[in-house]
C-alpha cells in the first residue's frame, strides 16, 4: 500500500520560513518523480516545485529564488524548504508522486497559512 504522508505545514508570518516534508512508503521512492503542488481556495491545483529521480529540479515561477525542494532517497523522504513566504503562498501543499503513466500518488496535504 502506497503512502504520502506530509508534515511541517502550519501558520507564518509574511517573510518566514517553513520546511514541508512528505514521508514515502510502499514505493521504490529513489526511481520516481516526486513533487510538491498546492492548492488555494477557489483555485486549481498548481505545480510548485519538481524533482525526478536523477536529482534535477524545476520550479513555479512564483516560487523560483524563495523554494527548495530536496529528498533523501535512505528516509524515502522529500522536502520543501521555503523561505520569504508570502500571503499569496497560502494554500494546502499536497506531496505526488509518478512514475511513467500507470503510478500517479497524491498525498492527503497539509496547510500552510502566511498572514500576519
Known amino acids: 500500500q502506497v503512502q504520502l504522508v506530509e508534515s511541517g505545514g502550519g501558520l507564518v508570518q509574511p517573510g518566514g520560513s517553513l520546511r514541508l516534508s512528505c514521508a514515502a512508503s510502499g514505493i521504490i521512492f529513489s526511481v520516481y518523480t516526486m513533487g510538491w503542488y498546492r492548492q488555494a481556495p477557489g483555485k486549481q491545483r498548481e505545480l510548485v516545485a519538481r524533482?525526478?529521480?536523477?536529482?534535477?529540479?524545476n520550479y513555479a515561477d512564483s516560487v523560483k529564488g524563495r523554494f527548495a525542494i530536496s529528498k533523501d532517497n535512505a528516509k524515502n523522504t522529500l522536502y520543501l524548504q521555503m523561505n520569504s513566504l508570502k500571503p499569496e503562498d497560502t494554500a494546502v501543499y499536497y506531496c505526488?508522486?509518478?512514475?511513467?503513466?500507470?503510478?500517479?500518488?497524491w498525498g492527503q496535504g497539509t496547510q500552510v497559512t502566511v498572514s500576519s
Open positions: 505526488r508522486a509518478t512514475m511513467g503513466y500507470n503510478y500517479d500518488y
Open positions: 524533482i525526478i529521480s536523477g536529482g534535477n529540479t
